[in-house]
């Protein structure tokens, strides 16, 4: 038997007994012959409380120092996992990112992985030890600091340990079942997916699904490392994410895998912009200059008897203040009339692969938000995504009337939220 690494996230290892379930949960893999190496995430909201704790002392806290406080939080957890599982009578040895050979860029707080070299790893294995890694941090090549990931970061560290292992599958244990058809913090009814494309699963991820992040998802398909989405609380089989269903699994690629929302995101309209050439690359190379990545655009048509038009874009709320302040500073240049801001907007979007082959999918979708009284207010599309953004406060509405008219609605509630605050 194989090598498989096993991710458990912060509500799984929420407390003292969260710890000692989840080491039985790896003592057993190791019983069944395989050799383990676990990637642990910080304990239950302590990320969250060391970012409360930065911003008291300094509103603006520094990338180097931030990084060296918030990878404090799983080192706390792989300690005490690694007892936990030697208490069982197994052995054990917690290793951080660094240790682990996790080599990344030096761009703090969003450091991307740029190496593994899981030496100590391979050693620990070879000696019959169970591997625990801190994830979520790493060490930047050039000047060896101490990094970390970006939020929710430790899946992606154990993808990429399980491509540098040659894992056989990267088991993600989490709060919920699995990868569900919706929310199910949204969606009582909601369908646990058994499988689910890379393809279908990247485009979940960047349109607000949050049980696997976008570039977890983006490693394990680059190396075609199968990640296996299954919860620490319940021993249920969950939702394999690859390029082709396994064998045993006699699931077919579904015309709709599901329907995703995000309400982490804010609209600028620019209004009255001249309708000329330039005007359009000259508003989103302000916002690019200040590295803020936008979603969707969309340009109304001008009015014939002004020669202006308004341009609407999304972007994260975060970076809201940030993109009004440049434009500003740009608007003699660029020569607009104004600028609107406006938060209390979400996005909702139904995806999957069928859709490409199959006539009616957008017609439906519209129609489902028009029977549910729900106003459109942008619209963007890709090949096997629609998405639209609503007002916030009809989003639950919205995802509800979408998952229902798509059939996609489970029998029976079978969507169980087992942890987490959802901090
Ligand atoms: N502890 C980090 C966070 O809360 C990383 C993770 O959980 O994956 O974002
Ligand atoms: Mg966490």
Redesign the pocket.
Known sequence: MGLVVQKY???SVADAEGIKRVAKRIVDAKKNGHQVVVVV??MG????ELIDLAEQVSPIPAGREFDMLLTAGERISMALLAMAIKNLGHEAQSFTGSQAGVITDSVHNKARIIDVTPGRIRTALDEGNIAIVAG?QGVSQDKKDITTLG??G?DTTAVALAAALDAEVCEIYTDVDGVFTADPRVVKKARKIDWISFEDMLELASSGSKVLLHRCVEYARRYNIPIHVRSSFSGLQGTWVSNEPRGDLKVEQAIISGVAHDTSEAKITVVGVPDKPGEAAAIFRTIADNEINIDMVVQNVSAASTGLTDISFTLPKAEGRKAIDALEKQKGLIGFESLRYDDQIAKISLVGAGMKTNPGVTAGFFQALADAGVNIELISTSEIRISVVTRADEVNEAVRAVHTAFGLDSDSDEAVVYGGTGR
Not at 45 to 48: A, L, Q, R
Request: net charge negative.
């Open positions: 996230g912060g509500s995430s910080a909201d302590t990320t969250d979520f939020r929710g430790s």
